[in-house]
């Protein structure tokens, strides 16, 4: 499985991004996958996930500013970002998840939150 992260940008306080995640390879064993954001300094934390399903799952940090939808027909995932704050710069990164806890990595997408 393969990810292409994208839609990094520099945006003002209370503007808004959308990062998108292209998988390609061998999509048809993904579960789930998730954005996950390394702040300068930080350990990388989850942000977002959505499952197969439809199921959503958010950082509190990100509750009712952020959401994560996904397109089949394109094999995207992307994290709609609203009302962004500071706090949210960093290096984002798309994450797949397979069967019996094999995940991969994408290169990651930087965002940039001025005050």
């Known amino acids: 499985v393969q990810l292409q992260a994208s839609g990094g940008g520099t945006v003002q306080a209370g503007g808004s991004l959308r990062l998108s995640c292209a998988a390609s390879?061998?999509?048809?064993?993904?579960?789930?996958m998730a954005w996950y954001l390394q702040a300068p300094g930080q350990q990388r934390e989850l942000v977002a996930l959505?499952?197969?399903?439809?199921?959503?799952d958010y950082a509190d940090s990100v509750k009712g500013r952020f959401t994560i939808s996904r397109d089949n027909a394109k094999d995207t995932v992307y994290l709609q970002m609203n009302g962004l704050k500071p706090e949210d710069t960093g290096v984002y990164y798309c994450?797949?998840?397979?069967?019996?806890?094999?995940?991969?990595w994408g290169k990651g997408t930087l965002v940039t939150v001025s005050s």
């Open positions: 390879g061998n999509i048809f064993s993904i579960n789930a």
């Open positions: 994450r797949a998840y397979r069967d019996r806890g094999v995940a991969y």
């Open positions: 959505i499952t197969n399903g439809g199921s959503t």
